[in-house]
């Protein structure tokens, strides 16, 4: 019994902190943690959503609407399920009724402008995240203002292009001190990048922009991993990146810094996280295959036992790992 109880905590701990940041009703389990040390160890992002985890929740929301459960709420982190799914117009469809329930609710109003933004209808997402920011002044942490920037510049009808030669983001305009400003920044784009296929000049832009203001405080490695992550996202090397890449990396061998792992910072999945997953997984294979080889015998002796729950535990403390370096929420 105690040793199924603690298969099931692992497991229910496992899928509980993975979503990125969005508002969501769910206590603590979509949240990004807003980080203010600023270490090059919170430089961590992430390329997509873990699919597999949005389907679980996707139809864990799902029963309990069909339930009358908690039905306002939990129509609105179905709502959040399905943009992170690329249910765009599903969402947009949930949130709007929402929305007409209860006018003047936070989290729906900031979901649906992130929405309409998703849908190409900028003019609507400003208007709503604008909203969102009179209803909530502290709407994630204060950093909105780089939603909004963003938002500002799309409604410029610019071509792709513009954004060569001119700056997404504008630091001049606000009034804050260097290390919140880099704090909004990074939270920010923990929340957008996952939801920016690649190529897209204009977030290329916005990283090259970001880049250049984390210079001013010369903080080289996460500069470094900015500009790299950019690249990802200017295939046609329009921004000439690789130019400000070499110069960094030159200042870094000066500095005797180490050049960061992009896969650590970047990636679709962490992969600790995934690597504890099957770690855990095996590990409960095993035990399970055990029990029902022993059946009919002497139970596993100590020592086999031991071997089998220290695989689940590194798979647990793999997961955990992955949780903590490559989200850093508690992500």
Known sequence: MKQRLSILFILLLVPALLFPCGNSYRSNAHTTEYLKDNQLASFRFRKGFDQSVLLQEFYRLSDAISNKLNLFENQNDKALASLRMGKTEEA???????????????????????????????????QYIRRAMQLNSQSHQGSEWFHIQVLEAKLQNKPANWWINHPVLHFDQLQKDEETIISDVVYQLKERLPFTPRPDLMMAAILRDAAAYIRKQKKWQ???VLLRIGAEYDTDKKLSLDTLIETVETRLKAENMPIPDL?????????????????????????????????????????????????????ALLAGAGLYFGFRKKQ
């Open 222 to 224: 996460q500069e470094w």
């Open 263 to 315: 896969a650590t910072h970047f990636g679709n999945e962490d992969d600790l996280l995934k690597k504890g997953k099957d770690l855990l997984e095996k590990g409960i294979e095993l035990v399970n295959g055990e029990k029902e080889k022993h059946a009919d015998k002497e139970a596993v002796s100590g020592n086999e036992q031991n071997k089998l729950w220290i695989l689940i535990l590194a798979g």
């Open 92 to 126: 947009i469809a949930i949130l709007e009724q929402l929305n007409k329930e209860k006018p003047n609710e936070y989290k729906v109003i900031a979901n649906l402008g992130t929405a309409y933004e998703l849908a190409g209808r900028n003019k609507e997402a400003l």
